[in-house]
């Protein structure tokens, strides 16, 4: 109780730690999904001989890597990004591992509610939908392509007028955008999340202190049960936005519209 | 409570923090309207969708969440703002 009502400055969004080489609660929740993640596949192919999978951890790698392939991959990417499965599975663990301490009593905290590693993440996806759309179509014709959208039957002069609006536009949207928005659906849903939860418990804390009020505070308390609850469901969809998301950009960049 | 007597703590500091709380609530507030219209019409439709054609409902539920976040992302950026927001 005391661990979860603990609520650390607003300020400390902002500022990660003490020192370079600071650890606070956050760095060792990263850690620790970190560390789940490696488990995770180690365990879960150690027997990647046997025909049948048997075992809980190896029964959880493999529908979960089915999920990744098939419910991100298949329905973004198709065939062609299958390549990309190891970094969208990795992804998707560890982002969901860093988002479930939320609900981890002792812990409830989500490491990803400080923006750090969300910045790092959507960065690294950057990188990698330049990249390979740069790999892909040649730096003129990709830098063409997000810019430029194709706009149909138009005459030229409408054509021009509608690139003047239309081109500084898609550049923020796809280069600036694009990360920054990817960071922020994620921390913003986890702090958010994470406030609610907070102020639930520190309101059913209060109103079990004062005398009258007394009767009140199942009614709060109910409805903190039922975030929590909301929480393991925004989680995972959390991770599996994140994900997609990427998968949706590294699409566009390799099948650009014509 | 504890948080009753940390925003009255602060009120009596200083009196025009109230203002900036007041602020902060119609900059998130106003950041909600659009989204909250935007992610009504994409569930909607594409309950209607699943509704008219079940077969078709993984697809849908795919590319509803994938609307979803990108209606989402404006109100996301009006909590941060109105955290960012100071008096």
């Known amino acids: 109780m005391i661990l979860g009502v603990d609520v650390p400055p607003i300020s400390h969004v902002t500022i990660w730690g003490e020192g370079p080489l600071g650890i606070n609660k956050t760095g060792v929740i990263y850690i620790f999904a970190l560390v789940m993640t490696f488990l995770v596949f180690w365990l879960g192919t150690r027997k990647k001989d046997a025909l049948v999978p048997s075992g809980i951890m190896q029964n959880t790698a493999e529908s979960s890597i089915g999920f990744v392939r098939n419910q991100v991959i298949m329905q973004t990417m198709g065939v062609d990004g299958l390549g990309y499965l190891p970094y969208l599975a990795t992804l998707f663990f560890f982002i969901f591992f860093s988002n479930i301490t939320e609900i981890l009593p002792g812990v409830q905290f989500p490491a990803n509610a400080r923006f750090g590693i969300p910045l790092v993440l959507a960065m690294v996806t950057w990188v990698i939908f330049n990249v390979v759309g740069i790999k892909r179509q040649g730096p003129a014709h990709y830098f063409v392509n997000s810019v430029f959208p194709p706009l149909g039957d138009m005459p030229i002069a409408g054509k021009i007028a509608m690139y003047i609006l239309l081109a500084p536009i898609e550049f923020l949207s796809t280069f600036i955008i694009r990360p920054f928005s990817l960071m922020v659906r994620l921390f913003a849903n986890m702090l958010a999340g994470h406030l609610i939860l907070v102020t639930f418990a520190a309101l059913t804390a209060g109103l079990w202190a004062a005398k009258v009020t007394v009767i009140i505070a199942p009614l709060s308390f109910g409805l903190l049960v039922a975030m929590t609850g909301f929480e393991v469901l925004v989680s995972f969809l959390q991770a599996f936005i994140f994900t997609i998301l990427t998968a949706v950009y590294i699409d566009i960049s390799m099948h650009p519209a014509h | ?87």
């Open chain 2, 1 to 87: 409570m504890v948080l009753l007597h940390f925003l009255l703590a602060q009120a009596a500091a200083d009196p025009t923090k109230g203002l900036t709380a007041i602020g902060r609530g119609i900059v998130y507030g106003a950041a909600a309207i659009g989204p909250g219209i935007g992610i009504g019409l994409v569930v909607g439709n594409a309950i209607t969708a699943m509704a008219r054609q079940p077969e078709s409902a993984g697809t849908v539920r795919t590319t509803m969440f994938l609307g979803i976040a990108f209606t989402e992302a404006l109100a996301l950026f009006g909590f941060v703002l109105a955290f960012i927001i100071s008096g």
